[in-house]
């Protein structure tokens, strides 16, 4: 079955640290998403990458994609305190419209 | 920026008893979904509605399940007869198309059964 699995299931860095997050998936998709969810509420949404891209950017957000290996990476350059939640990637494809969760990277950024 | 609106934030019923979680999508969005993340386990899809019908929907969503839009602004998921394994967060969302991207969520709803 389709799915998104991340990697590490958690990650502790230093403020000013990068931080970088792998997703996997099984079946071909249409795009990947990854969305962040602070502890207890709703998912925000990041940034997608189609099936045709490789590399995407947005502020301190870089996702890549390989869809040779079905792997997605997800780097946040320059963390910061604020950064700390749960970071989960998300796929789709032909002829669904639904998406399918990892279990998500808990991600803290220390002081 | 526009929001999806989701009440209530938190709600405990007994089991057996019926639930409506409501939602108000983003105001010229077409698709809306409904997804459930229990404790600890990962975000699963429950059912995408078009066009005042279900489109798809999961395994999960049974007979117990249903959705409705009853106005123009409205989207609510009812749980007929709620069981202790129904406790989750519920999360509507809602996009302007169909390709799965572009999705709105919602804050959600923490559904807690007794």
């Known amino acids: 079955s389709q799915q998104g699995e991340e990697d590490p299931q958690a990650l502790s860095i230093q403020e000013g640290e990068n931080a970088t997050m792998n997703c996997s998936y099984k079946t071909s998709i249409n795009n990947l998403q990854w969305y962040r969810q602070n502890s207890g509420r709703g998912l925000v949404h990041l940034i997608l990458i189609r099936s045709n891209e490789r590399e995407k950017h947005s502020g301190r957000l870089r996702v890549t994609l390989d869809t040779s290996k079905k792997s997605s990476s997800l780097l946040i350059t320059a963390s910061r305190a604020a950064d700390t939640a749960s970071y989960f990637c998300a796929t789709d494809k032909g002829g669904s419209e639904k998406l399918v969760f990892g279990k998500g990277t808990k991600l803290t950024v220390n002081p | ?114």
């Open chain 2, 1 to 114: 920026e526009p929001e999806v609106t989701q009440t209530p934030s938190h709600q405990v019923t007994q089991m057996g008893q019926e639930v409506i979680l409501r939602c108000v999508p983003i105001s010229n969005h077409l698709y809306f979904y409904w997804y459930r993340q229990i404790l600890g386990q990962k975000v699963e899809f429950l059912v995408s509605f078009y066009n005042n019908e279900i489109s798809e929907k999961s395994e999960i969503f049974d007979d117990q399940f249903s959705v409705e839009r009853p106005d123009g602004s409205n989207f609510t998921l009812k749980i007929r007869s709620t069981k202790l394994e129904d406790s989750a967060m519920y999360f509507c969302a809602s996009s302007a198309n169909s390709r799965g991207y572009g999705y709105t969520f919602g804050s959600g709803t923490r559904l807690t059964v007794v």
